[in-house]
């Protein structure tokens, strides 16, 4: 079993419409919690990030996280082509390594 | 500040061949991580540094690889020697101080032929 794990997609939403992206992971001593988003042929860029129960809104975006579940979720509000890209979920221990999930590919359909 | 900078780009090489990447983290940084990106195993820890000296290189494949980071301002990935399943991306990345952040470079792009 992969420690952090994604749906490799790909996911074609609407424009307009709410993608929601899924990570599941499997040592429950990850603390910290981390969405990165990477462009085709670029590198990985920070989204969001969340440690504690519940959900956090920035903008489009908010991260929800359940740590009974072991669930970890992303979901971008009012979609735009530009979000077009893979998403990468990480969990990290402690002030440690943060490992990555595969990622899953979203795709915004005008 | 830059951002992190790597080197070379892209690198093409032949089967046994030797090849160096290189790292320079942005200023304030106190760890230092490599990791190898592929389509079919995303994005691998390979090594990570704290304040230059290394921590978890569990990630390393082999004995082929090695990393080094002889002082704050640069480090190396080097594997000796190469094998097409080497091929991939690789990308160092920093985190600052205070920050729990990784700012990621632009990544090596290696092809072993």
């Known amino acids: 079993q992969k420690e952090v794990e994604q749906n490799s997609g790909p996911l074609s939403v609407p424009e307009g419409a709410i993608a929601s992206l899924n990570c599941t992971y499997s040592?429950?001593?990850?603390?910290?919690f981390f969405w990165y988003r990477q462009y085709s042929g670029k590198s990985p860029e920070l989204i969001m990030f969340?440690?504690?129960?519940g959900d956090k809104e920035d903008g489009r975006f908010t991260a929800q996280l359940n740590k009974a579940s072991q669930y970890v979720s992303l979901l971008i509000r009012d979609s735009q082509p530009s979000d077009s890209a893979t998403y990468l979920c990480?969990?990290?221990?402690?002030?440690?390594?943060?490992?990555f999930g595969t990622g899953t590919r979203l795709t915004i359909i005008p | 500040d830059a951002g992190v900078i790597q080197s070379p780009r892209h690198e093409v090489t032949e089967m046994g061949q030797e090849v160096t990447l290189r790292c320079k983290p942005i200023?304030?940084?106190?760890?230092l991580f490599w990791y190898r990106q592929t389509m079919m195993r995303g994005l691998e820890l390979l090594i990570y540094?704290?304040?230059?000296?290394?921590?978890?290189d569990s990630g390393m494949p082999e004995d082929r690889f090695s990393a080094k980071m002889p002082n704050a301002s640069f480090s190396t990935l080097k594997i000796q020697p190469s094998e097409p399943r080497d091929s991939a991306v690789y990308f160092c990345?920093?985190?600052?101080?205070?920050?729990?952040?990784?700012?990621f470079g632009a990544g090596s792009r290696l092809t072993v032929l």
């Open positions: 990345a920093c985190r600052v101080v205070g920050a729990n952040v990784l700012t």
């Open positions: 200023s304030g940084h106190n760890s």
């Open positions: 540094f704290n304040n230059n000296v290394p921590i978890d």
């Open positions: 040592d429950r001593g990850s603390q910290s």
């Open positions: 990480a969990a990290q221990i402690g002030n440690e390594k943060l490992t």
């Open positions: 969340i440690y504690s129960n």
